[in-house]
């Protein structure tokens, strides 16, 4: 059951992150309604994953507002943006599993930000019964519950990708957030993945945004594009309404990239 927290998605108003020197987003404004399906495009060290760590509450920003579900991140404190972070799933480019263990308790982990640390440590060494059944059931919707007591690196990329799918959702989120969960698979597999995330998030309602730099699956699976370049929105739009030019224009690399690249270009 999704949490009584009132609900009103993603804003994003003028907001620059830097790090250091970097600027990793440049005055970037983008609304993101709940229960929308939005798909991150743009090459790499356009923001994507910025984008993605601000919305997921893990980095504020250097200027600008960042509201999530009707809060204004700057304005909370570490407590309360533990709890709003605790209802938003995300899948890390690299997943984040330990990979020492079962996948029973990868799962389990999902839960963490909701409970105490007591509460954490018993479900850890000793799940309840109904922990155990509750995560076979989300093993099963992604495929794998057969992995159960499986040890999580003995899976394959595949499977462990499931794996971080499955614990975002045991967390019972009510948005979900993926990194380019397809980087690390064959294209095959990949395009399961964005299926079976964009089904899940569909059929529950589940606000999802994903960075994918695979420009077919963000054409054939989301409804909406942002494109990044640079640190800056260059398209917000229908996926319909993007035209191959634009989608062009997004990958070219400037001037300056052409000349770090060793001019290997003719
Ligand atoms: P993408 O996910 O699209 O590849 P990122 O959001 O990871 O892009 O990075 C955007 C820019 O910000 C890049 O130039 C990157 O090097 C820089 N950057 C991202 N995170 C950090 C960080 N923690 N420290 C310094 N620079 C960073
Ligand atoms: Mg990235």
Redesign the pocket.
């Known amino acids: 059951m999704i949490q009584a927290t009132q609900q009103n998605g993603f804003q994003l108003n003028g907001v620059t992150v830097r790090?250091?020197d970097?600027v990793?987003l440049r005055d970037v404004t983008v609304d993101f309604k709940d229960g929308e399906r939005v798909g991150l495009v743009?090459?790499?060290?356009?923001?994507?994953?910025?984008?993605l760590r601000l919305l997921n509450g893990a980095i504020r920003p250097s200027q600008g507002d960042v509201n999530l579900h009707g809060q204004h991140v700057q304005n909370l404190s570490v407590k309360q943006l533990r709890r709003i972070r605790s209802e938003i799933g995300f899948i890390p480019q690299d997943l984040s599993l330990v990979p020492n263990v079962r996948v029973l308790h990868n799962v389990l982990s999902g839960r963490f930000g909701k409970q105490s640390f007591i509460g954490s440590m018993r479900s850890m060494l000793l799940p309840r019964k109904r922990e155990a059944i509750d995560v076979h059931a989300i093993l099963e919707r992604v495929g794998i519950e057969e992995k159960l007591y499986h040890r999580t690196d003995h899976l394959s990329g595949g499977q462990q990708q499931r794996v971080a799918v499955a614990r975002a959702l045991y967390q019972q989120p009510i948005a979900l957030l993926a990194?380019e969960p397809v980087s690390s698979v064959d294209p095959a597999r990949a395009r399961d993945t964005v299926e079976l995330l964009t089904n899940i998030a569909e059929q529950q309602h589940i606000t999802l945004c994903m960075?994918l730099h695979t420009l077919s699956l963000a054409r054939a699976f989301f409804p909406r594009l942002v494109g990044?370049r640079h640190?800056q929105v260059v398209f917000d739009r229908a996926t319909d309404d993007i035209t191959d030019d634009e989608f062009t224009e997004l990958y070219r690399l400037s001037d300056d990239e052409l000349l770090e690249d060793g001019g290997e270009q003719s």
């Open positions: 790090f250091g970097t990793a743009g090459p790499s060290g356009s923001g994507k994953t910025t984008l990194d960075s990044l640190g």
